[in-house]
């Protein structure tokens, strides 16, 4: 369940902490991520990959290397909370918070916003206001946040954990429900969305993950939101496991039943205790009930090395607290389709060996699209390829799947060779992508010509 957090891991496969902390693997960023990585091989799924940040932790150069080369999305831990943010009333600080966001923007990384409102972590002051100036002090709290991170924020938990456990469906008590009433979770979603029109709203909660009398009361709100047309975009599913609470057996069924309401979900706060195999195979049923979900738009697991977990002594992440990769990553990576070896670009081939290469835009939004490059054999077998791509300015590559990349002092052209997919028979076909992040440029990228080994 959501309480304080910390976290943190390493970027070393196969190193050890000292290897990770060298200057060539740090420089390792998002924007040209190999196909091994979980957020590129998320991306080819048309899916995020994110993980929960803690501000603090982002000098260790570990954990910003680990940070940068697997991860597509962030979520701070505690930095939007209440008490980070306004632990006096109407004096605002942003500052751990704007050194998440902009580290995330400068590697094109999804940011999802957590939390607005939520009975816990909250200073003292807003217990002790009446009704009218707690409704005020609600509303300004959501605009001034909002408002800071307006443009920059892909997703917000407009309410985390407004519904109690067990089997009442009832309310949580808080100093909302008690002075507001029910009304107070659709008021801060209509405040959220006259802010910024262009976030995904998300109402967030754990314990919802399968089918019981807590997700059903989940259901039955979201349901009459979306009856009525209170904004709601998103329900996260929060997914903290262990043996005595395991992955419900109907849980791609539950994230199918909110996305029928006509809303996303996401995995929001993932992690599983355990070690070995049995938590290898909860983390890819967790991601398999995503993928078969079209709706399901991402996954965030909470943390990037069980050194810095809430539930460090369970162990639930994906790396452990030397930054090494757990048997649950590589079952994730496996799940998302990723490999995790990298190759060459061959040498080698015949005379006369060709190749070809088409661009296709494969989906397109406000702020950014994926574009897919098919690279195709001539009429004689091929070893290897390779092939530029150039971004008009100011546009920027976040992901990069099922290639290698290089960049020209400019940072415009991508060089990119291949990784698994070297050998091509006369006439066969591969094919690599990219999410660009438009940066106010919606121009389409120019492909030059394909040079074949």
């Given at each position: 369940m959501d309480m304080p957090k910390a976290f943190s891991r390493r970027a070393a496969r196969a190193l050890t902490s000292a290897l990770l902390a060298t200057a060539t693997l740090t420089a390792l960023s998002h924007s040209a991520a190999a196909a091994g990585t979980l957020g590129s091989a998320a991306a080819g799924k048309g899916r995020y990959f994110g993980t929960a940040v803690a501000a603090s932790h982002l000098g260790e150069s570990a954990y910003a290397g680990t940070l940068d080369r697997e991860f597509s999305a962030v979520t701070p831990e505690n930095e939007m909370k209440w008490d980070a943010t306004e632990s006096t009333r109407n004096t605002f600080t942003f500052a751990a918070a704007d050194q998440i966001v902009s580290h995330a923007q400068s590697k094109g990384m999804k940011i999802r916003g957590h939390t607005l409102v939520w009975h816990s972590q909250l200073p003292s002051w807003v217990s002790g206001l009446g009704a009218a100036d707690l409704r005020t002090a609600m509303n300004n709290h959501i605009t001034q946040l909002m408002q800071h991170y307006k443009g920059k924020i892909y997703a917000w938990d407009v309410v985390n954990e407004a519904f109690q456990d067990g089997s009442s469906g009832a309310r949580r008590s808080s100093p909302f429900q008690d002075k507001l009433g029910d009304g107070y979770i659709e008021e801060a979603f209509r405040t959220a969305r006259s802010v910024d029109p262009d976030a995904k709203l998300c109402y967030n909660d754990y314990n919802t993950d399968g089918v019981n009398a807590k997700s059903n009361a989940v259901y039955n709100m979201v349901k009459d939101f979306k009856s009525r047309g209170v904004p709601i975009d998103c329900v996260g599913f929060q997914s903290h496991f262990n043996s005595a609470s395991p992955v419900p057996s109907d849980y791609r069924a539950n994230l199918q039943r909110f996305a029928d309401l006509g809303v996303d979900v996401q995995i929001t706060e993932l992690d599983i205790e355990g070690s070995g195999t049995a938590q290898a195979n909860s983390y890819a049923t967790v991601v398999k009930a995503c993928l078969a979900v079209?709706?399901?738009?991402?996954?965030?697991?909470?943390?990037?090395?069980?050194?810095?977990?809430?539930?460090?002594?369970?162990?639930?992440?994906?790396?452990?607290?030397?930054?090494?990769?757990?048997?649950?990553?590589?079952?994730?990576?496996?799940?998302?389709?990723?490999?995790?070896?990298?190759?060459?670009?061959?040498?080698?081939?015949?005379?006369?060996?060709?190749?070809?290469?088409?661009?296709?835009?494969?989906?397109?939004?406000?702020?950014?699209?994926?574009?897919?490059?098919?690279?195709?054999?001539?009429?004689?077998?091929?070893?290897?390829?390779?092939?530029?791509?150039?971004?008009?300015?100011?546009?920027?590559?976040?992901?990069?799947?099922?290639?290698?990349?290089?960049?020209?002092?400019?940072?415009?052209?991508?060089?990119?060779?291949?990784?698994?997919?070297?050998?091509?028979?006369?006439?066969?076909?591969?094919?690599?992508?990219?999410?660009?992040?438009?940066?106010?440029?919606?121009?389409?990228?120019?492909?030059?010509?394909?040079?074949?080994?």
């Open positions: 079209s709706r399901c738009t991402g996954m965030t697991v909470w943390g990037i090395t069980d050194k810095y977990s809430w539930r460090s002594s369970g162990t639930p992440l994906l790396f452990d607290s030397n930054y090494a990769e757990k048997p649950a990553y590589d079952a994730v990576l496996t799940a998302l389709g990723g490999s995790g070896s990298g190759g060459g670009g061959g040498n080698g081939g015949g005379t006369g060996a060709t190749c070809t290469v088409v661009f296709t835009k494969t989906a397109d939004w406000n702020d950014g699209y994926n574009g897919q490059v098919t690279v195709t054999a001539g009429a004689a077998p091929i070893t290897g390829w390779t092939t530029t791509v150039t971004f008009p300015a100011p546009q920027k590559v976040s992901t990069l799947w099922n290639g290698s990349a290089s960049w020209d002092s400019s940072g415009t052209v991508m060089t990119v060779r291949p990784t698994y997919n070297a050998d091509l028979a006369a006439g066969a076909s591969t094919s690599f992508g990219f999410t660009v992040q438009k940066n106010g440029s919606s121009s389409a990228p120019t492909v030059g010509t394909c040079t074949a080994s």
